[in-house]
């Protein structure tokens, strides 16, 4: 065998084994996150940052979300990006206790205008329940902030039952009655929520 034919033999073998290397790396998985890297960042954090966010005493009785913010020097879009994750969070919980107090409230009341046409009462739960989330989310406030060791900002945020009775309560083309059941059942389910709390704490 010739010594050019040689050279191309191995500087073709070399091209192969590089193209094998390269193939595989790129079936390998990325390195997922340490514990310890994880404990890090949650070294010193208040318990509404790692468990529910009602744990707090400033919370009780009230809707609340957490929301964070990582990867941005700038503490006003930090701020304004961990407050909108809180309140997505609210918005997603309130919806589905506005959803749920409505369906009980269908389910003890016969032959209420709002609630008549059986094949519509999905939907006009559903929709209604959309109106007093999106009216009653401009009550939310910060209640709490903190920022973790790696520089990620995170809020506590909630709702209050007057801030949400007041809202519902100006909501225009709500009957009396579905404003008075929306009202009470919020109030109700947050007691009952405060209770629940305290009697696990007392544990």
């Not at 191995?10 to 590089?18: N, R, V």
């Not at 995170?154 to 909501?171: C, H, K, M, P, Q």
């Amino acid at each position: 065998m010739k010594r050019d034919e040689k050279w191309r033999l191995a500087i073709c073998g070399a091209l192969a084994l590089g193209l094998l290397v390269v193939l595989s790396n790129c079936g390998t998985p990325a390195p997922k996150l340490k514990g310890a890297q994880i404990a890090r960042e949650f070294e010193g954090a208040p318990c509404w940052v790692i468990e529910a966010c009602d744990c707090s005493k400033k919370t009780r009785g009230m809707i609340c979300g957490v929301g964070a913010m990582t990867g941005t020097a700038n503490p006003a879009l930090a701020r304004n990006s961990a407050t909108a994750r809180a309140t997505t969070n609210i918005a997603r919980s309130l919806q589905i206790h506005v959803e749920s107090w409505l369906r009980d409230y269908q389910a003890t009341v016969t032959g209420d205008d709002e609630f008549n046409v059986a094949a519509a009462d999905e939907q006009v739960v559903i929709d209604t329940a959309k109106q007093i989330t999106d009216v009653t989310l401009s009550g939310v406030e910060i209640v709490e902030t903190w920022i973790s060791k790696t520089g990620t900002l995170y809020v506590l945020a909630a709702l209050d039952t007057e801030g949400f009775s007041d809202s519902v309560g100006r909501i225009q083309n709500l009957s009396e009655e579905i404003r008075r059941a929306v009202i009470e059942r919020a109030e109700r389910a947050w007691s009952e929520q405060d209770e629940a709390i305290e009697e696990y704490r007392n544990r």
